[in-house]
């Protein structure tokens, strides 16, 4: 039985994305939830915000699988993937830490690809390709997770490639702004095309591998679950006007860009959107705090200097979060324990 992977997943940067694995994380972990988060972005920002710069030099400098480009780093030579040992933040909650020579993969991942499509030693391509997905359920089985989340850089390259693959569901983080209205343009017919070439290169392994059952393979469903829209201004509790003229195109754009509806009508609003997970707002003064105090912003307390309106705002937070989170774990039935 494999443990579903939730990947949050746009090519377009600045959205808020790594902060929102982040809060996420936590907040499913708070929750009652076991929860894996896996860096696979090369900048290793979701690292760098659950571990302090000693510890991350620390990981970084030792030579064993402590994080994931130590775990697949064997896959470059002649070697097989090493478990992983993940990092435990809590006892609900852990991390299996990022790398910046992650970047160092992305070539062997590209060459690999084509050949999984070839009649002969599909093995090897199959198994490198497929790394990620071995590393992180390992990991979360290692630390008996519930469900694993990941975070992944802005961009369409071969390591976002393997990472989707590895994929069961993908929310779209967003802005209220033009260019997040364009990405998804680009990631809609993107994630479509790694969904049907993923299909294609499983039924050569189940056509061409005598003994299939080598090693499993991911489905790469990259079931779409929604998109969040973030990091708009609010007065009197509603977006600016500036922002309102490309949120409310998102709704008929991630119906015709994500889910592939080439004749969306009778679009609701995004307040109204099934799809639209939430409306987060832009939580400006409690980022320094929360980042001082290295920990997620609904989680500050008076002694880091949330009080007056930031104790207000940091409940308002933590309202915000519990209902995202416990919106995502019902559509992946996943309910958290009651």
């Not at 708070?30 to 991350?56: K, Y």
């Not at 994931?68 to 070697?79: A, I, S, T, Y």
């Not at 090493?82 to 852990?94: C, D, F, G, K, S």
């Not at 007065?235 to 754009?253: G, H, M, T």
């Amino acid at each position: 039985m494999t443990i579903p992977v939730l990947t949050f997943f746009n090519n377009k940067g600045g959205v808020g994305k790594t902060s929102l694995v982040y809060h996420l994380a936590w907040m499913m972990a708070e929750l009652g939830m076991r929860i894996l988060a896996v860096d696979l972005d090369p900048q290793a920002n979701l690292t760098a915000a659950f571990l302090d710069e000693d510890r991350l030099l620390e990981l970084w400098e030792d030579q064993g699988p402590t994080t994931v480009f130590r775990c697949v780093q064997p896959l470059l030579g002649m070697g097989d993937i090493l478990a992983a040992r993940p990092v435990e933040i809590t006892p609900q909650l852990y991390l299996l830490p990022g790398d910046l020579a992650l970047s160092n993969f992305e070539d062997q991942l590209s060459e690999q690809w084509p050949k999984c499509l070839s009649d002969r030693e599909l093995e090897r391509p199959f198994r490198i390709l497929t790394a990620f997905w071995q590393v992180a359920q390992q990991a979360a089985a290692g630390c008996e997770a519930d469900l694993i989340l990941v975070d992944v850089g802005p961009h369409l390259g071969a390591i976002n490639r393997s990472v989707l693959i590895a994929s069961d569901h993908v929310v779209i983080p967003l802005g209220a702004d033009l260019y997040s209205l364009v990405g998804l343009r680009n990631l809609g017919p993107k994630l479509r095309e790694w969904r049907n070439s993923w299909t294609k290169r499983r039924e050569n392994w189940e056509q061409e591998v005598k003994d299939a059952a080598i090693f499993p393979l991911p489905t790469g469903a990259m079931a779409p679950t929604g998109y969040i829209a973030q990091q708009h201004s609010v007065r009197l509790s509603r977006p600016v006007k500036a922002y309102d003229r490309w949120l409310n195109r998102i709704p008929k754009e991630y119906r015709q860009s994500i889910l592939g509806e080439e004749n969306a009508e009778d679009v609701p609003v995004i307040g109204q959107d099934p799809h639209c997970l939430a409306m987060l707002r832009h939580y400006q003064s409690l980022i320094p705090m929360a980042q001082e105090a290295r920990k997620p912003l609904f989680s500050l307390k008076s002694a880091d200097g949330a009080i007056g309106t930031h104790a207000a705002a940091v409940r308002s937070a933590y309202g915000d979060f519990e209902d995202l989170a416990r919106k995502i774990l019902l559509l992946l039935n996943l309910p958290p324990p009651t």
